[in-house]
């Protein structure tokens, strides 16, 4: 189905989890506009939060997240308590209890800290905020995964969990420095499907060293026998001159360009005949899964979670390196965890960077989110179309997209180049030199 012009797909692009992104925060925003934002959130407002735990017990080589080892006890222990203390803090800035609706832990690894840890971070969220019996998601690692864990997911009836699966070969597992047998990952489903799990996401990779297209299709059929409700199949981005533990993957075996936009196509068109639908461009889901839902109503968004069926506005970060969105700010934690736990010392918000979004900003990140969510945008508030015509023609004279009524629509075969195309309207790209991954 899809058709491979590498000449559309040359310039490295943002991923959009956001917008403005990452790349375009400054030191402009910070506490100050944390705090006026968490100000103007109204009671009736519903709130989704996310906790990070910026640890885990074996650091992958292949990772980009803002992650340590959990190997200090002393460590860890400082940073839940300064974690407890950013929750108690944000809540009285928030200064009543808005409708919290959903819940995210990421890292890292949250099973990094141990099942009561765990357990009394729920206590603190509970206490601090009103609890509107909140959708709960949490990232985990099967390496670190314990007869605690399970137990704490059915007590505190957690519904939604991702696990980082990458591959099922051995020797891609070896290459990128995350051994974990198939077997191990298989009786983890059992316990938590056991422990009432309903949605299970599978975070799988392409693109990775040593790995083909045939090894891919083997980890793709094997996930099908473990049922997942969600899939992800991310392409890896090697950067690293910005990720350092990088350094020790051979890059000298990782997928050229076609390689890996054939192995994109092919783990495309084996879930979708697999009965899971595509959700924007690198997910899938079940029909009866709730983001299958969404992408069939076309009520898809995309935060810094990735694809979701969370239609909050209001998301708000705790922890190192966490970052809040708002209609107005986004607004991230420092990152390095040191400084977050004495900024939290001081009794001060840990947000030390960001943007204000203007409202072309806003409007801008709309299309974008449509876009590469349900693959249409309405363009009518840009004004005259005319000028995206034109920068949209490379895209248009390929049969990829068309402008049918102020509206930008892609087409099936549009999917590998939607973030290419998104970047289109990306306000900040001719002034940024953020360093960003490969469009696939």
Same mark, same amino acid.
């Given at each position: 189905m899809w058709k491979y012009y590498p000449e559309l797909l040359e310039r490295?692009?943002?991923? /959009?989890? $956001? /917008?403005?992104t990452a790349a375009d925060f400054n030191n402009d925003v910070g506490a100050a506009e944390?705090?006026?934002a968490l100000a103007q959130v109204k009671p009736c407002d519903d709130i989704s939060l996310y906790a990070h735990i910026p640890y885990c017990d074996q650091i992958c080589w292949y990772c980009g997240c803002n992650t340590g080892r959990a190997n200090r006890t002393q460590r860890l222990n400082a940073y839940m308590a300064a974690l407890f203390g950013e929750i108690e803090l944000? !809540?009285?800035? @928030? %200064?009543?209890?808005? *409708? #919290?609706?959903?819940? !995210?832990?990421? %890292?890292?690894s949250?099973? &990094?800290? $141990? &099942?009561? %840890?765990? !357990?009394?971070?729920?206590?603190? @969220? $509970?206490d601090a905020f009103s609890l509107a019996d909140p959708v709960k998601s949490i990232e985990l690692d099967p390496r670190s995964f314990t007869p605690e864990w399970c137990d704490i997911i059915a007590a505190m009836q957690i519904g939604n969990v991702s696990l980082g699966v990458q591959s099922f070969d051995p020797a891609v597992q070896a290459a990128i420095g995350r051994v974990q047998p198939l077997d191990m990952v298989s009786d983890m489903i059992d316990n938590l499907r056991s422990a009432g799990v309903s949605s299970l996401n599978f975070d799988l990779m392409y693109g @990775?060293?040593?790995?083909?297209?045939a090894t891919l299709m083997e980890t793709?059929? !094997?996930t099908l026998t473990l049922k997942p409700d969600r899939i992800a199949l991310f392409g890896y981005a090697h950067i690293p001159t910005l990720i350092p533990r990088q350094r020790q993957i051979d890059d000298t075996i990782l997928p050229d360009a076609k390689e890996r936009f054939d192995m994109a196509a092919t783990g495309y068109d084996f879930l979708i005949k697999a009965g899971y639908q595509a959700i924007g461009f690198d997910h899938f889901a079940l029909p009866t899964d709730p983001l299958g839902r969404a992408g069939m109503s076309r009520t898809v968004r995309r935060n810094f979670q990735g694809f979701t069926d969370d239609q909050s506005d209001i998301l708000i970060g705790l922890g190192a390196s966490a970052i809040s969105e708002f209609p107005g700010y986004i607004v991230q934690n420092e990152k390095n965890s040191g400084r977050y736990r004495e900024l939290i010392a001081q009794n001060q918000l840990a947000a030390v960077g960001g943007v204000k979004r203007s409202i072309s900003n806003q409007v801008h990140g709309v299309i974008i989110e449509e876009i590469l969510a349900n693959g249409e945008a309405d363009l009518t508030p840009l004004g005259s179309v005319s000028g995206k015509a034109e920068i949209l023609a490379p895209f248009i004279n390929r049969g990829l997209?068309?402008? #049918?009524?102020? *509206?930008?629509? @892609?087409?099936?075969?549009?999917?590998? /180049?939607a973030r290419t195309i998104a970047a289109t309207f990306d306000e900040f790209r001719k002034a940024s030199t953020g360093t960003f991954s490969q469009a696939i």
């Open positions: 490295p692009v943002p991923r /959009y989890t $956001s /917008y403005p944390l705090e006026q944000v !809540a009285r800035k @928030l %200064g009543h209890h808005s *409708r #919290v609706k959903r819940i !995210a832990f990421g %890292g890292g949250p099973n &990094a800290i $141990s &099942a009561d %840890g765990f !357990a009394a971070l729920m206590d603190h @969220l $509970s @990775l060293p040593g790995q083909t297209e793709l059929e !094997a997209v068309e402008i #049918v009524d102020q *509206r930008v629509c @892609l087409h099936e075969s549009a999917k590998p /180049y």
